[in-house]
């Protein structure tokens, strides 16, 4: 039996010009305790002076003006992330542990959760240590190896430890009363009790093979040459019990994920429906991080483009952006940091002006908040 625990110190992290000039009008509510096992990675969590009835910002009009947004389960989630009547949403992300550390693909996610908590919402990150016991499906032909024990608790401390540093780091406490703001959670905490009897009962008998059939992960393993495992085919319902899981004991309503995520989501939000009889449970996808040809943006010709500074130094980390061709450098602005529309907007006007523009000032801009986020001040 694995067993995961810690706890996280938190940082408050500079304002974007962007989020500062929104807190003028928005204030955040009491985030209420989160009952976690002793097994769950967690922060504490923020307290923060309750001002329900004062306007967030609008973090899915951000997230699409700044081309973070792919699908919605629901156009109400537009409505309830801004509504003063509502309280804040609660926002998760999965990361599965198949590395030591996450790698520049992940980074999106973790960016996309701190727009919500930016924007009054708490974020929560699911590091899949249940599902890691038995492999992942990916969008490659072969599924990802199953994870011995001792590999998998490395992999879920390390990425638990990252991904509170980098939130942490960059958390907003308009009270400057911090304990926490957000928190980090391990799947194995409620699969490893759950038998296979009861999951068939609960969750079973309300999934339908015909919609499970119709995923796009599943068709294209059924289009392929390739098998399609009975792990493959059913890993939809494993991550969908998690949104229900956590729609039920942690108040957690949405979930976020990369567009090829996009089907898990959906199970998620189904389930949710089926088996509680309610709505309220969102799912927001985003981009995948490509480049203006089409072609995958983050690695490098040494592999991957890690976060953990253990496994590439925040130096490489920093080349790397820095390197980033013009044709990319004003869309990754938007997409990966935290800098106003407004400096983006002078930024890409300067470039066009080549008289005014002193040559690679974006690409710099872009490596230091890029770098910034992810690895502090002392990363650059």
Known sequence: ML???GHFNIFVGDLSSEVTNAMLFACFSVYPSCSCSQKTLSTHLIHEPDCSHSRRPNVVEILEQRG???SLTSDSLRSACSDPNLPPLRVYCGFDPTAESLHLGNLLGIIVLSWFQRCGHKAAALVGGATGHVGYPSGKCLDMPE????????NTNAIAETVSQILGRNAINPSAALDGSFVVLDNYDWWKDFKLLDFFKEVGQFARVGVMMSKESVKMRLESEQRISYTVFSYQLLQGYDFLYLFKKEGVN????????????TTGTDL???ILQTDGAYGLTFPLLLKSDGTKFGNSEEGALWLSPSMLSPYKFYQHFFSVPDADVVRFLKTLTFLSMEEIGELERKMQRPAEYVPNTAKQRLAEEVTRFVHGEEGL
């Open 147 to 154: 994870l011995d024990p001792q590999t998998l608790e490395r």
């Open 3 to 5: 067993c995961y625990a």
């Open 68 to 70: 973070l947004l792919g």
């Open 272 to 274: 949710i429906r089926r």
């Open 254 to 265: 949405v979930q976020i994920g990369g567009s090829d995520q996009w089907g898990n989501i």
